[in-house]
């Protein structure tokens, strides 16, 4: 079984003057639409912030994006 969200990048901040290290927050997705609606009254707050290392990736959450983001349980073995 898997638990869907719909998040939203809020902000990105490089954390090295090398632009290394690249902290990326997301918030949880709210709005009038009937989508975003479900999704709210499910979780109606929420965050994820991730450091990422990969400048390929930091190019793919640009601020405002909006993404599915599923949580599957790992199992054993």
């Known amino acids: 079984?898997?638990?869907?969200?719909?998040?939203?990048v809020s902000s990105v901040t490089n954390l090295s003057a090398t632009s290394t290290y690249?902290?990326?927050?997301l918030r949880?997705?709210?709005?009038?639409?009937?989508?975003?609606?479900?999704?709210?009254a499910a979780t109606?707050?929420?965050?994820?912030?991730?450091?990422?290392?990969?400048?390929?990736?930091?190019e793919q959450l640009p601020i405002g994006a909006q993404f599915y983001v599923d949580f599957t349980a790992v199992t054993e073995g």
């Not at 079984?1 to 939203?8: I, L, N, T, W």
């Not at 690249?22 to 927050?25: E, P």
């Open 1 to 8: 079984m898997s638990v869907r969200g719909k998040f939203m």
């Open 22 to 25: 690249v902290n990326v927050k």
């Open 28 to 40: 949880a997705v709210y709005s009038n639409s009937p989508e975003d609606n479900s999704y709210s």
């Open 44 to 58: 109606p707050s929420g965050s994820i912030e991730m450091t990422i290392t990969n400048p390929a990736a930091v």
